[in-house]
C-alpha cells in the first residue's frame, strides 16, 4: 500500500508540474524508435518538454530539460502522424495515470482563447485555471482545465504508455486509431511507477537515450565507412586487372594482322579459326562472330587494342586517385574507432564520410542537432541490410544523380523497374554496355551538362571504353522496351536521338569520385 501510494504521491508531482501546459500550444513531436523516447513540446511561458520512454532503450516518464539530439526524421510513421495531428494545436488536458500519460490535444475556439501568438504567455491561472487533480481510490492524476472549456471537442489523443515493452497511440477526436508504434504493440499494461522528481527524471532520460542512439549511431558509421573500403579495394583491383591487360595488346595487333592475311581461307559461318603463327610456326585460335566474314573481323581486334592503349593514362589516373582515396578512408576508419559515441563527435565524421563517397543512405541514422534524420525502426525488419540496389549512383557536377546498371540483370531491374517512364535512358550506340537513367521531374528536359555526363558514362561502362568519341542513344524511359524472351540486359527502342561525345579525362575522373555504392 505505501509503495501505491508513493507512486501516486509521484504521478501527482508530475500532473502539478505540468497543470500549466494546460492551454499552451503543441511546439514539437519528435521520436527516436531505435531508442524509444517519445518528446512533445511545448510553449508556457517557455519551452517545456514531456518526455516518455517506450523502450527499447529507455523507459520512464519526465521533463525533459531539452529536445534529444537524435531523433527520426518527419518521415518515420509515427512523427509524422503527431505533427500532422498534434502539432499546432492546444493542450486541453495531460492525464497522468497509473499505466501511462495521455496527451489531449484541440483548438480553442475564438471566444475562448487568447491571440494565437500569445495563449503561452499567460499564467496557469489566466490559461485556463491549470491543476492537478487525484481521483479517488488511485484514479489517475490530471492537469485539466476549468470547466469552462468543457465545449471543446479533442481533435487527437496521445496515449503513451512507458516500460521497455511500452508503445504509443495516437487517436483521432472520435477515438479511432491513427498510428501505433511499434506497430505490433508492446505488452500489456503495466503499472507505472513515477519519479519523485519529474525534471531529475527526464533529464536522466533524454541523456540515457542520447547515449545509446549515438552508440547505434557509430556502429552503423563505422560499418558504412568499411563498406566503402572494401569497395574502394575492389575498385583498385579491377583498375589494375585492366591495366594488366594492356600486356595483350601486342597479341590483340598480331591476330588483326594474321586475319587479314589468311581471314579470306576461313569458311563463312565459323566460330573460330586455326591461324598459322608466323612468329612460333604453330598455330593460334581465334574466336570469331559466325555472322560477319573472318577478314572483316581483325578491325574488331585492332581497335580493342587502341581502346587498351588510349585507356592506359586514364586507368592509372583513376588507380592513383583510388588508391588516395584509400589511404583517407583508413585514417577514416581509425578515427571512427577512437571517437567517442556522443553527435558531436559522430557528425564531423559523418560529413568527412559522406566527402569520401560513403553513399548518404548508408548514414541515414546519422542525425545532427537540430538537423533530425531517420532513426533506424524496430520491428521485423530490423537488423537486416538494406536490400542490394541494381545500379550505382553517380553525380553529375550540378549534384544530380545518375544511375548505372551494375550487370546485365541489373540493367533490366534499373530500367524496367526503377526508371520511371519520364526519365532519361543512355545506352553506348552498337556495343554493349551498361544501362544509364537520369532521373528527372515530371515534363523536365535533361540539362546538357547532365546529358554530357551521363553519356560520358555510358560510354566508358561498355566496349567502347577507351574510344575518344563515343555515340551514344538516348531516349524517354517510356519508349524502351523488354522483349519476352530477350537476354538480359537486351533491350529495344524507339524514338532514338544521338550524342557523339567525346571522352574527356577530367569529366571522366571527375563522375568516377562520385560513385556512390548500390
Known sequence: MEDRQGGAAAGGALAEEVAGWVGARIDAAHANPATGLVALAVYAGARRVLGAGIGPRVAGVGVLPRLPRLRAAAAHPLVAAMRAHLVGRRV???????????????????????????????????????????????????????????????????????????????????GNLIVRWPPQGGAPPAEVVYAADPLAAGAALVEASDDAAAGQEKAALARAVKARRAALERRAEAVRGDLGRLGSVARLQKTGQLLLAQGARVPRGAAKALLD???????????????????????????????????????????????????????????????????????????RAISLGVA???????????????????????????????????????????????????????????????????????VVGAHVVVPLPKGASCPADVLVDAATLAAHFSDARGDVVCEVSYVQRRYVRKPRGAAPGAVTFEREKVIAVRIEGDRLARLLATKEEG
Open 92 to 174: 486541453l488536458a495531460i492525464e497522468v495515470r497509473s499505466d501511462g500519460l495521455a496527451v489531449v490535444a484541440g483548438d480553442l475556439p475564438r471566444d475562448e482563447g487568447e491571440d494565437e501568438g500569445e495563449i503561452g504567455e499567460t499564467s496557469a491561472a489566466e490559461a485556463g485555471k491549470g491543476r492537478a487533480v487525484e481521483g479517488e481510490g488511485g484514479a489517475p492524476a490530471q492537469a485539466e482545465r476549468a470547466p469552462a472549456g468543457q465545449g471543446r471537442a479533442a481533435a487527437a489523443r496521445l496515449e503513451l504508455a512507458p516500460g521497455r515493452r511500452g508503445e504509443a497511440r495516437l487517436l483521432d477526436g472520435a
Open 277 to 351: 603463327d608466323w612468329e612460333t610456326g604453330g598455330k593460334l585460335e581465334v574466336a570469331l562472330d559466325p555472322a560477319r566474314p573472318a577478314k572483316a573481323q581483325a578491325e574488331t581486334f585492332f581497335a580493342k587494342a587502341r581502346r587498351y592503349q588510349r585507356g592506359e593514362a586514364v586507368m592509372r589516373a583513376r588507380l592513383a586517385e583510388t588508391e588516395r582515396a584509400l589511404q583517407a578512408i583508413a585514417a577514416l576508419e581509425a578515427d571512427v574507432a577512437a571517437a567517442a559515441p556522443r553527435p558531436e563527435a559522430l557528425e564531423p565524421l559523418a560529413k
Open 360 to 430: 548518404r543512405a548508408a548514414l541515414a541514422d546519422l542525425a545532427a542537432p537540430g538537423e533530425p534524420g531517420p532513426a533506424r525502426t524496430q520491428g521485423p525488419r530490423a537488423g537486416r541490410e538494406a536490400p542490394r540496389r541494381p545500379f550505382h549512383v553517380y553525380r553529375s557536377a550540378s549534384g544530380a544523380a545518375i544511375l548505372v546498371g551494375r550487370g546485365a540483370e541489373d540493367n533490366d531491374a534499373l530500367t524496367t523497374k526503377h526508371a520511371r517512364p519520364h526519365d532519361l535512358w543512355l545506352h553506348a550506340k552498337g
